[in-house]
């Protein structure tokens, strides 16, 4: 199976503590790697995370404020003198590109490599990335300034071919291509051989959906509906609640309640408030409601399986 990993750089919310660095990931789909949010310090956990500096090529910002890319700029600057020459793309808001240009004209000149900025509307869902395995989409979200999160979708990979039932029938090798994306085979006799014969169904494509900053916020359900792992914020504890509807956070009960509504196969809840020395409160209680629960740490990896067809 193809690999599909999520590496948490750092899980804690606004301020930096000794305990948590601030919001980053990063998505590993078949070794090409995908930043999301880039908050202070996500290069230095890059190196622990033993992640391949060469293989980011993408970058996706969920929202400006600082513990979400404040990271940004030292990791520019560090792949411009690790003579980085691939370009670098950054997916954002369209305020984020103003806000760094003076940055990288002082900082950064004379770089081997590119920076292109790539704007969104975080207000709708729109495709975002696409290549021939995946496709990224943003996920509008509610907080205190525009925010969206990001689902990651596997695209289905052609079915497996059985090689006994190829050397059976003596299928030629340019019948192949087609066998496999879903062709029957006409034998000479004018007989069919059905494609359910001739393959193996390929693993169902596997989806992660990130979610943080955002209020309690159930239409985002239908999106990320039977995700095999959601990422959603558990800033503050049910005791919080006034707290987190003032700034527009979400409890760890609540997190519980949009995994168990969305039918995800795995919920992972993190972005804990500094205020929580021992989040197991948090874990408790989004278990309660949803009992898959994982707590995020630096340098977790979570691998993301197939269910099996």
Excluded: W
Excluded at 137 to 152: D, V
Excluded at 219 to 233: K, N, P, T, V, Y
Excluded at 240 to 267: M, P, W
């Amino acid at each position: 199976m193809e690999k599909f990993e999520v590496h948490i750089l750092g899980c804690g919310s606004a301020l930096p503590t000794t305990r948590h660095f601030a919001t980053s990931q990063v998505v590993n789909v078949r070794e090409k790697l995908f930043m999301i949010d880039c908050g202070e310090g996500a290069q230095m956990q890059l190196r622990k995370s033993k992640l391949k500096f060469t293989r980011l090529n993408h970058i996706f910002i969920s929202h400006l404020h600082g513990d979400h890319c404040f990271g940004l700029i030292g990791l520019i600057s560090t792949f411009g003198m690790l003579g980085r020459t691939a370009t670098l793309y950054i997916h954002c808001h369209a305020e984020l590109e103003h806000l760094l240009a003076p940055q990288l004209d002082f900082f950064c000149k004379g770089m081997s490599y590119k920076v292109v900025f790539q704007p969104f509307d975080p207000g709708k869902a729109e495709v975002v990335y696409d290549d021939r395995s995946l496709t990224i989409e943003t996920i509008p979200l509610r907080h205190r300034i525009p925010t969206c999160g990001f689902l990651f979708s596997e695209k289905q990979t052609p079915a497996h071919i059985r090689r006994d039932m190829i050397d059976f029938y003596e299928i030629p090798v340019y019948e192949i291509n087609r066998i496999k994306n879903g062709a029957d085979y006409t034998l000479p006799d004018g007989r069919i051989v059905p494609n359910s014969k001739l393959t193996v169904p390929s693993a169902p494509p596997r989806r992660y959906a990130y979610c943080s900053d955002t209020i309690y916020l159930p239409r985002i359900i239908d999106q990320i509906h039977g995700a095999d792992l959601l990422f959603h914020e558990a800033t503050f504890a049910q005791s919080e609640q006034a707290r987190a509807k003032e700034t527009f956070h979400t409890t760890a009960a609540q997190a519980g309640e949009i995994a168990r509504a969305a039918e995800v196969r795995q919920l992972l809840i993190g972005h804990f408030s500094a205020r929580y020395e021992d989040e197991s409160v948090l874990l408790q209680e989004a278990s309660n409601i949803f009992p898959n629960t994982l707590l995020a740490r630096e340098t977790l990896k979570i691998s993301i399986e197939s269910v099996k067809p």
